[in-house]
């Protein structure tokens, strides 16, 4: 019989279930939610009816105590539970009695487990306080997590009442994501909001791989949800690792490699200091140190927190008794009492975003850079500048100089992330059909406007969380989709390539157009009749899984059906590639 969490006597049928908060980034296990089970079977109450039953009859603070009781009791004995973080639900109508709640159990638990972290939830007015005691929700190094983000507009009262140390975002936002460039948008939008105020963001009800990879690439922090591992009533089922979810996120975006490259090299590598460190510690860090005004601040995992400013410790430091005062138990300050927020990127996070970060905080000293959740180093504003100024530089040096869009450097290393990262996507090469004769009869400048109209087009019709737009050369072009199906890539490339014909008849003269075709010489210097401009492309499908082939392959592939495109009545071949698991089904 696997053990589980059964509540006491007090709550007959009650269980208790977790389930795995994981690094998006690594498969690590961050923590695990504290679940109830069992409440199906009383009297037909649903879980929050099971609440408010518990509120009327006056037994809700006893829930919220027998809970965390329990779960202090099996801690002990299962340690992937214990060196994570315990996330744990707060009743809004427990707010009240939170001294009590801290008193009885909250104190062990922070003992127990590498973080405790109180997730609570707005409620609506009428329903509940949502009023919550963030300092005592804190005591003794604990954190504060609003749930179901999103969901309310109260959710953002609690963003800037309680000053969270996460955010949950609600499944509603989730579910579709990759398949809704709508919810993208507005994630986006609320990802750059939390890490601008130094709050991590968690995505909640993961269903699938292919959600999983746009939270990835969004730049949420951490996951949750039935894809990564299902609430485990055994705890013996629960794990520190979940290898399909490294494997998943093993290879950064294009964008992502490129830009961390010029992070790495601009960063400040300044040492972090323990959030319970003595503040003896950061007296003597700006005793020695002339040019860091700021000290990173971490806790026990490298998790950083925040900075500590010098000139907020200056009226300690350069008083007769200010070390002796602040060195006094009694007075209870410590390194985290003068921890400021910061802006919090990943490494990987492309620096546009992080110019965004820093340019949405006044005053702020920089951006605090962290890998997989761990403290890395410290961007300052003189570092960001000089990281933006070596990238657009080498943007500059690759980019086509007529459309400006990436060139064939960029384009290899898209392409050859795409084929060694395992997430899937559809790769297109475009070219002009009559693209000589038209040159040769209207004249280059006419040429390079047919050129910078199709660019335009692809900019127009691009999804930039999902499409790539490269110019390899001449009238060559590159389209890259992410989180699409075969048919949605060869309806949006056809439309292009539609659009593309249509709008390209504006370069002829009107007999031309009443003809449908002009008189010039082919290669050989023989005249004859050749149709209006149009486009063709060849489109490479790459299946999730597939990371088998090389990209010479995949080029390869491409040019043998390049002439199949340009014959074919809607200008467009597919080429599918096959997916290990696809060849070991069909064998």
Known sequence: MPPHLELNSGFPGLRLAFQAIVNVHTGQCFGHEVLLRGWEGCQDLAALELLDHCHAAGRLLDLEIAIRSKVGEMAPLFPVLAQGALFLNLDARSADHLEVLLGSVQGKLQGAFAHVVTEIAAMPAGEGDSAYPAKLMRRGGGMVAVDRFGATPHSLALLTGCNPDFIKIDRSLITGLDRDARKRVVLAQIIGMAHTLGVEVIAVGIENGRELMVCRELGLDLVQGNFINSPQEDLQRLSSGYTHVEVLAREDRRQRQIDQKWVLQQMDQVPAILADAPMSEIFERFARSSDNAYAPVVDHSGRPLGIVRERDTKNYAYSSFGKDLIANKSLGRQVRDFIVRCPIADIGTPLDQMLALYAAVEETEGILLSDHMVYRGFLSARSLIRAMHEKTLARARDENPLS????????????????????????????????????????????????????????????????????????????????????????????????????????????????????????????????????????????????????????????????????????????????????????
């Open 404 to 587: 400006k869009l990436p060139g064939n450097v960029v384009i290899n290393e898209y392409v050859a992330d795409c084929v060694t990262g395992g997430a899937g996507a559809v790769l297109a090469y475009i070219d002009f059909d009559n693209f000589k004769p038209f040159n040769d009869t209207y004249g280059f400048r006419q040429g390079d406007r047919a050129i910078l109209l199709f660019a335009e087009l692809c900019r127009k019709r691009a999804d930039p969380q999902t499409w790539f737009v490269g110019h390899i050369g001449g009238d060559d072009f590159f389209v890259g989709i992410s989180h699409t199906s075969r048919d949605e890539a060869v309806e949006a490339i056809g439309g292009l390539i539609e659009r593309f014909a249509s709008d390209a008849e504006s370069f002829y003269d009107h007999e031309a157009r009443q003809r449908r075709c002009i008189t010039a010489q082919d290669r050989e210097g023989h005249v004859k009749s050749f149709p209006l401009l149009s486009a063709s492309a060849v489109l490479f499908v790459l299946p999730p899984g597939c990371c088998d082939i090389s990209v010479d392959d995949v080029a390869s592939a491409i040019a043998a059906r390049k002439k199949e495109a340009k014959a074919s009545p809607n200008k467009l071949v597919v080429v599918e590639a096959i997916s290990a698991d696809q060849e070991a089904a069909g064998s």
